[in-house]
């Protein structure tokens, strides 16, 4: 399901920002920071859950675990996008590819914070089961 998560998310990401991975060199680059930051993001969630006691229900090791890291993740969320915002602005009057690869990186984030939350840890949940 991890890998699912990250696929999605960059085609989530690509149909959200209306961009294609044409020829332009710097968009290449947005799937692997995706992939990165989602699997950095789930290894942490995962090592969470698995730090929890073995004899609770499986809900509540989850929940424990999202509750430990969620703000961290949320709060790394919104320190990206800042940077990528500012990169947007900053850079992008330079460098309209600049631009498309800030936008489309922003809305990879995005996609991939919401697919974690929801169908990833979902299905982590039952997969525990």
Do not use: W
């Amino acid at each position: 399901s991890a890998v699912v998560t990250v696929l999605v998310a960059i085609c989530m990401s690509l149909g959200l920002s209306g961009l294609s991975l044409n020829i332009n060199t710097k968009v290449y680059f947005v799937p692997y920071l995706v992939a990165f930051l989602s699997l950095e993001n789930i290894l942490i969630v995962t090592r969470s859950v698995i730090e929890t006691p073995a004899h609770l229900d499986v809900k509540i090791r989850v929940a424990q675990g999202l509750e430990k890291e969620g703000f961290n993740m949320t709060k790394k969320l919104f320190c990206e996008i800042t940077i990528l915002t500012a990169g947007f602005v900053v850079v992008g009057f330079m460098d309209p590819l600049a631009q498309e690869f800030c936008m489309l990186a922003v809305m990879g984030l995005l996609a991939d914070f919401f697919l974690q939350i929801f169908f990833y840890y979902a299905t982590y949940e039952a997969d525990l089961f």
